[in-house]
Structures are given as structure tokens and as C-alpha cells.
């Protein structure tokens, strides 16, 4: 398998994050039992862990779509996946983004004093100069944040929150590196993206649930 081709497997943790933004809903649950009923077939690893692509996330992204828009039944669903999603369709290979400091601010729109905010806070870094998809997020995401009266300072909360959780998927993956056999660091990668799924599906829930304590009083 070529380098690129092996970027474009995900786990079903990165699977779920990129679909709960359109429907905050789905679980992982949801989509094992969907693989269960034999709407969508990822591969798997040698060790047995589910291996995503892109159309799977198209396959999964039109399963949702009819479910929640057209209330379908999945044997309808999975009548029109096969005369709709049935031939091959050509998927967009992921690009590295490798942004210099300059890009960084055009693409997310901030100004150099708020990003060397950012950088003093701790919420992003740049690796040997230059800027990931990650960094990119967070800046975009400080930016929105911004609207709403909040700032890097205020958003250290936010990164204690996610090394603690990454805290605990190093915990949980020690035992699988200590191990040192034979794809051991293949199988911790996997165990890692899909306990962090996991811990950001239940980080939203818990927001959510939050918020409407607040907004309830």
C-alpha cells in the first residue's frame, strides 16, 4: 500500500467526527450497526479494526441524509445505495496541509497579534514552521469564537479538557506499546483514534447536556 492510500483509511472515531457536525446524532453504535446490516463494508486491519475511506463516509453521509430527511426504512435505503451509490465514484485524495505562517493567517483570517496569542496560550504550534490541518482548525475556530466575546485567554480551559482526555487514551494504549510485537504501534494508532471518537462523542453530550442546564437555570 502506498503512503497516500494509507492516509486515506480512518478509523471509526475520525469517521464519527467528521459526520456529527450534519448529524449530531450519530454515534458509533450506529454506525457498527449499519455495518451490521450490510450497508456499508469497511475493511479491516490484520489485528481486525475497521479501516474507513471516503466513500464510505459518502455511503454513510446518504444512509443519514434519507434516514433523517425521508424517514426511509434501511431495506429502501439500501435498494436506492445500490442504483445511486453503486458505481465506483472517483474520491478526492486528502492533501497534507502545510501552511507557512503567512498562509495561516490568510486561510483563518487572523490577524498576527491573535495568533502569537494563540502560540503563548499553548492552543496551537507550528513544526518546523509550518502549520497542519489541526492548527488551521483551531485558528478558524478561535476566530468564530472571537463573535461571541471569546479569546485565547479564555479558552485555556479548552486545552487542559483535551489533555486530559488525551491523557487518558495514552493510558489506555501504554499496554498495547509496552507489549513491543509486531504491528503493536498500528494497533495503538488504531485503539487511539477511536477511543478519541469516543471521548468527543462523550464530551459533546456532556456539553450539550451543560447548556441546557444553563439555559434552563
Not at 34 to 53: A, D
Not at 109 to 134: F, K, N, Q, S
Not at 163 to 183: D, F
Not at 190 to 209: N, P, W
Request: aromatic share 4%; charged share 30%; glycine share 6%.
Amino acid at each position: 500500500m502506498s503512503p497516500q492510500a494509507a492516509r486515506s483509511h480512518m478509523s471509526i472515531g475520525e469517521v464519527l467526527a467528521l459526520l456529527q457536525g450534519e448529524f449530531p446524532d450519530v454515534t458509533v453504535s450506529k454506525i457498527r450497526f449499519l455495518e451490521s446490516e450490510g450497508l456499508i463494508e469497511p475493511e479491516r486491519s490484520p489485528s481486525g479494526y475497521r479501516k474507513f475511506t471516503y466513500m464510505h463516509v459518502e455511503q454513510l453521509r446518504f444512509i443519514l441524509t434519507e434516514q433523517r430527511d425521508h424517514y426511509l426504512p434501511l431495506r429502501v435505503i439500501k435498494d436506492k445505495m445500490a442504483e445511486e451509490l453503486g458505481r465506483p465514484r472517483a474520491v478526492p485524495e486528502a492533501k497534507e496541509v502545510r501552511l507557512s505562517r503567512a498562509e495561516l493567517l490568510e486561510a483563518s483570517g487572523l490577524d498576527e497579534e491573535t495568533l502569537t496569542e494563540l502560540e503563548d496560550y499553548g492552543l496551537l504550534a507550528p513544526v518546523a514552521r509550518r502549520y497542519d490541518e489541526d492548527a488551521l482548525k483551531v485558528a478558524r475556530s478561535v476566530g468564530a469564537l472571537a463573535g461571541y466575546g471569546l479569546h485565547a485567554r479564555h479558552l485555556r480551559a479548552v486545552k487542559a479538557a483535551a489533555e486530559r482526555e488525551a491523557g487518558l487514551v495514552e493510558q489506555s494504549v501504554a499496554p498495547i506499546l509496552k507489549r513491543r510485537a509486531p504491528g503493536a504501534i498500528g494497533e495503538a494508532d488504531e485503539v487511539a483514534r477511536e477511543l478519541s471518537g469516543r471521548l468527543l462523542e462523550l464530551h459533546a453530550a456532556l456539553l450539550r447536556t451543560a447548556v441546557r442546564a444553563v439555559l434552563r437555570g
